[in-house]
């Protein structure tokens, strides 16, 4: 994927840590979708971000749940 060239380090750290099924890139990082367990997953992602001491950040909001998904963006 030529994306994922151009993300920053830590974001790709992130998804070789949490392995998303679907994701989509974005200019600030990525929409992780299709998630079954969202609070679940959200803090997992967080989780993660803080043990690997990433500069990301989880964003959600009442739309993205109806289709189970959240963002992780640089900081």
């Given amino acids: 994927m030529s994306t994922i060239n151009t993300m920053s380090k830590d974001l790709e750290k992130f998804i070789e840590k949490f392995e998303p ?4 890139v974005m200019p600030t990082g ?5 998630v079954g367990n969202i609070h679940a997953a959200i803090e997992t992602a967080k989780g993660i971000i803080q043990k690997l001491k990433l500069n ?3 964003s959600h909001n009442a739309d993205m ?3 189970g998904a959240f963002e992780v963006c640089t900081v």
Avoid: A, H, M, P
Avoid at 21 to 24: A, E, L, R, S, V
Avoid at 30 to 34: A, L, S, Y
């Fill in 65 to 67: 749940v109806n289709y």
């Fill in 30 to 34: 990525i929409e992780v979708r299709g």
């Fill in 21 to 24: 099924n679907k994701f989509k």
């Fill in 56 to 58: 990301l950040r989880v």
